[in-house]
């Protein structure tokens, strides 16, 4: 079982708030993920980071934004949540070096905006 | 653009039987992965196999890789009801760690 944690695990709001997805892991690795995935579809990336005060925009264009001021913490963030956002976020780490390319990924948190 | 495109979409079979899944991708990897995602879940990481790789054993899983066709196989084999999941083919390449992932192949083992 891979020590990286998403909180909540599922959220239903309204349109127009203001979101803060979390994502954390204990196991000090440096590259962190985020992709969304619509049931029974891929998974896009949609933010990563090589490790704190670095972060870059995935393969797909996304309204949310990121920050990682510690190594241990990815948090995602909606401003203004709308239904098109309505999906499942999954967050995900990979270790320290090169050629440390396995990736664990959380539970995930399934938004849904009314 | 997706890395990876699985065959078949979806699969069911009879528990004790094996499975055999394809990912098929489309630009240069140094790596490709396989991975698990139970329903409603975060996925899980199966087997990695690298480029100067041809084929890979772990436990019940054996993946094959074919650079030349661009295409890799997962094998399970003896399945059992607790392999039903979505499997995904996931390549890197270049020198960083983003992966691109396939659709996804649905496996439903029956008891």
């Known amino acids: 079982e891979a020590d990286i944690y998403q909180t909540p695990r599922y959220l239903v709001i309204g349109t127009g708030k203001k979101i803060t997805l979390e994502c954390s892991q204990t196991m000090g690795h440096d590259k962190m993920y985020w992709y969304q995935q619509d049931p029974g579809m891929e998974l896009h990336l949609i933010h990563y980071?090589?490790?704190?005060?670095?972060?870059e925009k995935g393969d797909l264009s996304s309204e949310s934004t990121v920050s990682r001021i510690r190594t241990e913490h990815f948090p995602l963030t909606l401003e203004s949540a709308r239904p098109s956002h309505t999906s499942q976020y999954l967050c995900?780490?990979?270790?320290?070096?090169?050629?440390?390319?396995?990736?664990?990924f959380g539970p995930g948190t399934r938004l849904t905006v009314t | 653009s997706q890395q990876g495109e699985e065959d078949p979409q979806a699969l069911s079979i009879q528990e004790g039987e094996n499975a055999t899944m394809n990912c098929s991708y489309k630009t240069s990897i140094n790596n490709l992965q396989w991975y698990r995602q139970n329903s409603g879940r975060g996925l899980v990481h199966l087997i990695l196999i690298r480029s100067n790789e041809r084929e890979k054993h772990s436990g019940r899983l054996r993946v094959t890789l074919d650079t030349s066709k661009k295409s890799s196989s997962l094998l399970i084999t003896a399945s059992r009801a607790a392999d039903t999941a979505s499997y995904f083919c996931a390549g890197i390449t270049g020198a960083n760690s983003k992966l691109t992932f396939g659709k996804g192949i649905t496996l439903s083992v029956r008891p």
């Open positions: 980071s090589y490790g704190v005060n670095s972060t």
């Open positions: 995900a780490s990979s270790g320290v070096g090169r050629g440390s390319y396995e990736q664990y």
